[in-house]
RNA sequence: GGUAUCGUGGCCGAGUGGCUAGGCUCAGCUCUGCAAAAGCUGCUACAGCGGUUCGAAUCCGCUCGAUACCUCCA
């Protein structure tokens, strides 16, 4: 098994990845609070973690992938109004919480699959783990880390820094969190400012709420995460991702809240993606600048010049190092666009181009490169998991392949192990990693056969030289959406847009 | 205000102190009836100013600029 290195947010560096358990990995990954439809930005974490699954996957890990919903909805931390984004959301729509839970669930689903990102091993609820929940906050409590005040309770953050690092996943001195300078509504119910909810005691008007030992209410933001990944992957496990907008105060929060409940920190490596921006600025509702899924796909807002497909989106992603932050914009789209038409092109000339018998190069020097980029995929992936190499070193191989089809390049140049070694570098990096797929899938035979018949009465038409003819069809064609394209010998081909 | 991160060629973006990242655009050429596609060639940049070094986009300092977190956030 290579080695994969990885950033560990935790410490602000490249390790090396060692799990728990030889040969298997826990991954938690936050998930959606589906109180909304989900947007560009949301894209991001869960197409650069399923990579991550899929990378640990092909390493030969077994990996149990976790990936929560949100259906309780956050509330305002500051209690400045108990607020549940579920049940806001739920009374404007008209719909029942569950309801409202369920359409958008549905529609996150929906754009997963698009995206084809893999299936989570288990997709846990919030409102589906209240007494693990519970049992959890009572253990806090037990244990002097938290306390009960009018039917809520809060996690006393001075008492747990004073023993342990809070702050250092964050970089937050606690000090100046400890520091009150702004008055808050409801703030006088904690001891300390810093001090975080537990358990919030729901007011009459709330609609989401179950019993506790402390009053009828709902559980605080936090806690969920700490509940089910200690649930389902134990008291410590080895990846916890999710965005960087989440390092504070919610993770934070988590390590603090495992660390006193289980007696041990809860997570090994810590990795977060960065943001996607637009025009500079984070995409995100408080910004009014979010770009949803469905208008994505469709094109349907006023920021798009045109729909992109889901395949565009991921390959636009990947393209960015997960650590960086990555501007939207419809030319980098665009250029997305292209970029992966004309890799994948190279990818379905390589399926068919026939396997050269050849022991030997002819041309050493080009099957040493040859040799180099693919092994260069998989030192990319250890390091980090830079996809941006992994897809430059694809695109160097592909003025290769279209030149051995068209003739540029000796048909003897290089090895048949080498050419093999190509194909398996494509699908196993392309398909298999990065989870890439065709732009367009060509399983409509009977489209096919009528454009066989075409490109027949075209070829006729050129060979008595009726010029005027065949370029009309191939204007017409064009004009449709389908390009046709003349081979060096004189086979036809034809792509859709 | 506090804490971080970042500033790369027309655009997007990778980058381990020394070797052409890559993509898109653009220009020229080859191929082609013409195009398209494909191939080849060209476009050598690292915010600014100092410093360390034989050598810095890469390390250090300062300045300027941008962003993120500190309230919900992927």
């Known amino acids: 098994m290579s080695t994969l290195y990885l950033y560990n947010s935790y410490n602000r560096q ?40 899929r990378y640990l996957q092909h390493l030969g890990y077994k990996v149990r992938y976790v990936r929560n919903i949100t259906d309780a909805g956050h509330f305002e931390e500051e209690g400045r109004e108990a ?6 959301k739920a009374l404007l729509e008209m719909l029942e919480p569950m309801e409202l839970v369920h359409k958008y669930t549905s529609l996150y689903h929906w754009g997963m699959r698009k995206f084809n990102n893999l299936e989570p091993s288990i997709e846990p609820t919030a409102t589906g783990h209240i007494i693990e929940q519970i049992n959890m906050i009572e253990d806090i409590i037990a244990k002097g880390f938290a ?33 009150t300078t702004r008055e808050l509504e409801g703030q006088e119910e904690k001891r300390d400012r810093a001090d975080f909810a537990l358990w919030k005691k729901a007011p009459p008007e709330h609609i989401m709420r179950w019993k506790s030992p402390w009053g009828e209410g709902f559980p605080g933001w936090h ?37 006193i409940a289980h007696g041990c920190a809860p997570v090994n490596y810590w990795i977060h993606n960065n943001m ?35 395949m565009v989106i991921r390959f ?52 040493q490169k040859i040799l180099d980029f693919c092994q260069a995929c998989a030192d990319d992936m250890n390091d980090d998991f830079n996809t941006a190499k992994v897809i430059a070193n694809l695109f160097e191989l592909a003025p290769v392949i279209n030149g051995i089809k068209g003739g540029q390049i000796r048909a003897d140049a290089i090895s048949q192990s080498a050419q093999q ?47 005027a003819a065949s370029d009309k069809i191939r204007d017409m064609l064009a004009a449709a959406g389908i390009q046709l394209k003349d081979e060096k010998d004189g086979a036809v081909s034809y792509s859709i847009d």
Not at 430 to 444: A, M, R, T, V, Y
Not at 460 to 467: G, P, Q, T
Request: hydrophobic fraction near 35%; charge should be negative.
């Open 14 to 53: 490249k390790e090396e990845f060692v799990p728990i358990t030889p040969g298997h990995v826990g991954l938690y990954v936050c998930g959606p609070t589906v109180s909304g439809e989900s947007h560009l930005g949301h894209a991001r974490p869960y197409i650069t973690f399923d990579v991550v699954n």
């Open 83 to 88: 607020e549940d984004k579920v049940a806001k």
């Open 147 to 179: 306390y009960e005040v009018n039917g809520s309770v809060y996690f006393d953050v001075k008492k747990y820094a004073a023993q342990y690092p809070y702050g250092k996943l964050s970089g937050r001195v606690i000090d100046d969190l400890l520091e």
């Open 223 to 259: 806690i969920e995460c700490s509940a089910m990944s200690s649930k389902y992957l134990g008291q410590r496990f080895d990846i916890h991702g999710g965005g960087m907008d989440l390092q504070f105060p919610h993770h934070e929060s988590e390590i603090a809240q495992s660390t």
């Open 276 to 310: 996607i921006t637009i025009d500079g600025k984070k995409m995100g509702k408080a910004y009014n600048n979010v770009i949803k899924l469905t208008e994505l796909f469709s094109g349907d807002h006023p920021m798009l010049e045109q729909a992109y497909h889901p």
């Open 316 to 367: 636009y992603i990947l393209q960015t190092h997960y650590r960086s932050t990555l501007d939207f914009s419809n030319d980098a789209l665009k250029a997305s666009e292209k970029a992966l038409r004309r890799l994948w092109e190279a990818y379905e000339v390589l399926q068919k181009l026939p396997l050269t018998d050849n022991a030997s190069a002819s041309d050493a020097e080009l099957e």
């Open 421 to 467: 070694l190509m194909l398996d570098t494509f699908h196993t990096y392309l398909e298999s990693i990065l989870g890439l797929q065709p732009l367009q899938q060509n399983d409509d035979s009977k489209l096919d056969s009528v454009l066989q018949l075409v490109i027949e009465m075209r070829r006729e038409a050129r060979a008595r030289k009726d010029y």
